[in-house]
Structures are given as structure tokens and as C-alpha cells.
């Protein structure tokens, strides 16, 4: 059909010309004058599908050596004793849903949080499935222990993608990591937490500090004593002459990578708003004991002042608790029950706060909060009564940010062995979480040839939106 691409100008009836040339057309097909004013009074009447706003924001709770999906998020009371563990489940607010006993807090706030069961990446390393999840890209070759950043493993982090597509707010970075990087024990880092081939000026800003700490400053990001405000401008000053005179030569890319890091470490300390992101005392005693006086708990406190402050992306990776077994993370290869009674209620005390705290500040509907780790533990207890790697089917879960509360999608097998329904894996979480940022995962981003890249291969879970 002929289509009149103009407004055209109203007549007294209210149609314009292109209503009455539609009119014309299709008049003999039956289509009168009468019946269209009734179509476009009733079209009028009905109303328009709700747009969701899209989040501001997202927080990735990143539980370094992974917890187990059986005492967590998806427990199975009803097999052997071998399988399901000693911890029993308990019933959540939502109706058919049960958590790890060790879960009451978090229990409460289920009508909030999107279960997902099925997740998936069949890679039993830690460091290699660690690199899949946070990039959406599986490592090559896969489990791989100890793998080490670099190509050909080189796909840019999730936080990195948002700081090359995202503006943020220009005096604070749009993708930070605290409280250090994720690593195996000897500090043998993780993949997956850079920028890769897109360069180091789109790392992720790396925070290393324990915000529990008294009198807790970020290192090297306060001005210091014996620099006057006057003798800072002074030094901006100098820097940008030399900038202005490193444009009329070829710059190195280490060169343009200071630059860009000078600049916005000049833009943070000139920022009150950017350093009072990070001054906790202002927080009260009450909220911070809420969130937990440890060094995870503080840090995810600290992320809720850096998305309030306009920080797109905030991942926070848990670090071990002194004293606590299997080195204070959730790599429970020994005495899973007991491991398990030290770490989860610290999660549970810590996660359960965040979602109520987002909420009563008006910030959840605006905030994504990603519970994850790099896979789950095996279905069988062994014979050190802990949970081995496991990386064929655990649990992850998602709320805020328009995710439907309340919702489990997917479900593992009898055991929680593997998937029965509802797989989803890392690049379906990452166009997920791009999805939610206002960022379409059809975005492109260029590899060091230049070539055209799509910042993810994954789906968007539609079903918890």
C-alpha cells in the first residue's frame, strides 16, 4: 500500500490528509469514514505498552572459588544424604521456592530475585571458567587451571565493554573493580579482568583496598598533604602543556594510555563529589554494621555509594576471611558444611542488606544486582565431605534493575548434576546485563585489526525481564 511519509497539516475534523487519502484508498475494500474515526478512537482507548526504564546501574557480587547451587540456590532435600549434604533447605517468600538454610535473610527477599538454575559452562578451572564468565567468551583451550591474561584469550571484561561504550559521568570511571583482583591462591590472576585487545585505557578501574579498615582512604587517589590546591591546578597546568606538545608528535600507545589515565585521575581529585563517593564515614554506624564489618561487606557498601555517585558498573570479588576453612573463600574441597556455616552468613547478612538498602533509597529499580561465581561444586560429597569444581550446571541470580522478582528460570536434574531445562550460559548473562544498561549486545566494538566485533554472542534471558 502507497504510504505518505508527511505530518500534513490537520483539518477541523482532526485527520489530516494523509487520514483522508487512506480513506480514498480503501473505500472500496470497505473501509468508510466512519469505521476508521471508530478504529483510531478505540486505538486511542487502548492503552500503550509500559516501556521499562533501563537500569543505571550494575553491581556484580563475584563469590570468588564458587559456592555450591545444592546449599544455596537450588537445594534437593529429597536424595541420599551423599548428594544433598547435611544443610536441610528452608521455604522463601516466594511460594515454592526454597534456599540453603543458612539463606534466612536472603529468604525473605525472594518476590525481589530471579533464580536462574540452569547456568552453564563445562569448564571445571577456576581461572578458565572464571575468564568465561565475566567475559561471555569461553577460554580456549578450556580447563585450564592457572591460566594466565593475554591473547589468544583476550576478550575485553564486561566492566571494560561498558567503559568503551559507556560515557559514564567524566569524573569518575564507568567500570570499577574492588577490593582486588580475582585470583588463584599464589596470586595467580584471572584472565578476564581487563580490557584485552581493547587496550589498557578500557581496564576497569582496579580498586586494591579493605574499606573495613580504619580510617580506610583509596590509595593514591587523595591529594596529597604537601600539594596545595593552587600547586594541583599549577601541575594540571604542566600536564596539559605537555600533552599539547606530545599531539605534534607520534604518540606511543603507552604514551596515549598515561594520558588517559592522568586525565581522570586529575578529574577524580578535583572532584569533591567523586572523593566523598568514597568516604564512608558518612555512612552510619548502624549501616555499616549491616553491611558487615569485613572486608567484602564494607566493599559492597562502598559499591552502593559508587553507583549513587554515577558509577555504571561496580564488581566486587569476594576475598578470603582469615581463619576460615579452605583458605576463607568457597573452594570447599574439605568439611563443605562447616566452611559453609563460617562464609554464608556473612553473604547472607551482606547480599540481603544491599537489596534492602537499594530498595529504601529508591535506587533498586535502577540497579542491577548480579549474584555469580565461575561455576558450582559437584553433586557428590567426597570423601574429604567437601564439594569438588563444577562448572556443568549452578545456579545464578539476578535482581533490580527490571528483573521479574520471584521467578526461577531453568532447573538442574535430580542431583543438580546438569542441566534440565532453561540452559543458560555466560554470553546469555553478559547480553543480559547489557541489556538491562541500556547498552544493545548487538553494540560493536573493533579487535586490533580493526575488525567489527559484537560485544556479545548471547541472548537476552527475556524470561526474567
Not at 97 to 110: C, F
Not at 294 to 306: P, T
Not at 326 to 344: I, R, V
Request: glycine share 8%; net charge neutral; hydrophobic share 35%.
Amino acid at each position: 500500500m502507497l504510504s505518505i511519509q508527511d505530518r500534513g497539516a490537520r483539518l477541523c475534523d482532526g485527520l489530516n490528509r494523509r487520514d483522508w487519502l487512506h480513506v480514498g484508498s480503501l473505500g472500496t475494500l470497505g473501509l468508510t469514514m466512519p469505521a476508521l474515526l471508530q478504529a483510531r478512537q478505540a486505538q486511542a482507548a487502548t492503552p500503550l505498552p509500559e516501556v521499562r526504564k533501563k537500569a543505571k546501574a550494575c553491581i556484580m557480587l563475584f563469590f570468588l572459588g564458587a559456592p555450591p547451587q545444592q546449599e544455596t540456590w537450588d537445594p534437593k532435600p529429597d536424595i541420599p544424604q551423599e548428594y544433598r549434604g547435611d544443610l536441610k533447605p528452608i521455604q522463601s517468600a516466594t511460594p515454592g521456592l526454597i534456599v540453603g538454610e543458612l539463606m534466612p535473610k536472603t529468604a525473605k527477599l525472594t518476590e525481589k530475585i530471579a533464580v536462574l538454575r540452569a547456568m552453564q559452562t563445562n569448564d571445571n578451572a577456576h581461572s578458565s571458567s572464571g575468564y568465561y564468565m565475566t567475559t561471555g567468551f569461553p577460554h580456549a583451550p578450556m580447563g585450564v587451571e592457572n591460566a594466565k591474561p593475554g591473547a589468544p584469550n583476550d576478550w575485553p571484561s564486561l566492566g571494560s565493554v561498558v567503559r568503551k561504550v559507556h560515557k559514564g559521568n567524566g569524573y569518575l570511571p564507568s567500570a570499577v573493580t574492588l577490593p582486588e583482583q580475582s585470583a588463584n591462591d599464589g596470586n595467580l590472576t584471572w584472565p578476564g579482568q581487563d580490557a584485552g585487545f581493547l587496550g589498557r585505557t578500557y581496564d576497569p578501574w582496579l580498586l586494591s583496598c579493605d574499606p573495613s579498615a580504619a580510617n580506610f582512604q583509596v590509595p593514591g587517589l587523595t591529594l596529597p598533604a604537601d600539594v596545595p590546591a593552587m600547586r594541583f591546578d599549577e601541575r594540571r597546568s604542566l600536564l596539559n602543556q605537555v600533552n599539547q606538545h606530545l599531539d605534534n608528535v607520534q604518540r606511543s600507545n603507552t604514551l596515549s594510555v598515561y594520558d588517559a589515565q592522568s586525565r581522570q585521575a586529575f578529574d577524580f581529585l578535583s572532584s569533591s563529589k567523586a572523593r566523598q563517593a568514597f568516604n564512608l564515614d558518612q555512612e552510619s554506624a548502624t549501616v555499616r554494621d549491616r553491611y558487615g564489618r569485613y572486608r567484602f561487606g564494607q566493599s559492597v557498601l562502598l559499591a552502593r555509594r559508587l553507583v549513587e555517585a554515577g558509577v555504571p558498573l561496580v564488581r566486587i570479588n569476594w576475598v578470603r576471611v582469615a581463619g576460615a576453612l579452605n583458605n576463607g573463600h568457597w573452594d570447599t574441597h574439605s568439611k563443605n558444611t562447616d566452611a559453609l556455616k563460617q562464609l554464608m552468613p556473612l553473604m547472607d547478612q551482606t547480599y540481603s542488606t544491599l537489596l534492602e538498602d537499594l530498595e529504601q533509597r529508591g535506587l533498586l529499580e535502577d540497579t542491577l544486582v548480579v549474584w555469580m561465581a565461575e561455576f558450582g561444586r559437584t553433586p557428590k560429597i567426597n570423601g574429604n565431605a567437601g564439594r569438588d569444581h563444577w562448572g556443568h550446571v549452578f545456579s545464578t541470580a539476578l535482581a533490580g534493575g527490571g528483573v521479574k522478582g520471584g521467578v526461577v528460570h531453568g532447573a538442574s536434574d535430580k542431583i543438580a548434576a546438569y542441566p534440565k531445562d532453561g540452559i543458560v550460559r555466560p554470553q546469555d548473562l553478559t547480553a543480559t546485563i547489557y541489556h538491562s544498561l541500556g547498552i544493545s549486545p548487538e553494540s560493536e566494538i573493533h579487535d586490533t585489526q580493526g575488525r567489527p566485533l559484537a560485544i556479545t554472542r548471547g541472548k537476552v534471558i527475556h524470561q526474567i525481564m
